[in-house]
């Protein structure tokens, strides 16, 4: 697919991200817009952060971004990584989220915490966290 590219960022959120209402709503909403537009990806939660990698043409993305900057679910989003890929690593998941549990939270802490962290083992973790923890949805 040309123009198909993955970017991770990471955001703080203004309420709570404990609140399993709180993420099924979040969920919900993300499962319906990215299955209109053609995206997939992953959604992470942990101490009032989010961190989410997501994939999809160039100009859904530049989209997603301004809606995401509007949105009072968010502040202070970081974009982590963007690049052009020839392949999802989410294919077929619209959006899939995990609770990050305390040794996924507390390693994520440590790669967000390091200057020579790579996307890709942030991103590697959340793959993982996805495939060892029961992935939540709406």
Do not use: K
Not at 67 to 91: C, E, K, S, W
């Amino acid at each position: 697919m040309p123009g198909l590219e993955r970017m991770l960022y990471a955001s703080r959120a203004t309420g709570r991200t404990d609140s399993l209402l709180n993420m099924a709503t979040i969920l919900g909403e993300s499962q319906r817009n990215n299955d209109r537009d053609g995206l997939t990806g992953a959604l992470g939660a942990h101490d009032g952060r989010f961190i989410q990698v997501i994939e999809g043409p160039t100009t859904v993305l530049d989209g997603l971004l301004r809606r995401l900057a509007g949105d009072p679910r968010h502040r202070d989003i970081v974009i982590l990584d963007r690049r052009p890929i020839t392949q999802r690593q989410f294919a077929g998941w619209s959006m899939v989220s995990s609770r990050l549990g305390p040794e996924t939270a507390t390693a994520l802490d440590r790669l967000m915490a390091t200057p020579e962290t790579s996307a890709l083992e942030i991103i590697a973790l959340l793959r993982e966290t996805l495939e060892v923890e029961p992935a939540r949805a709406a």
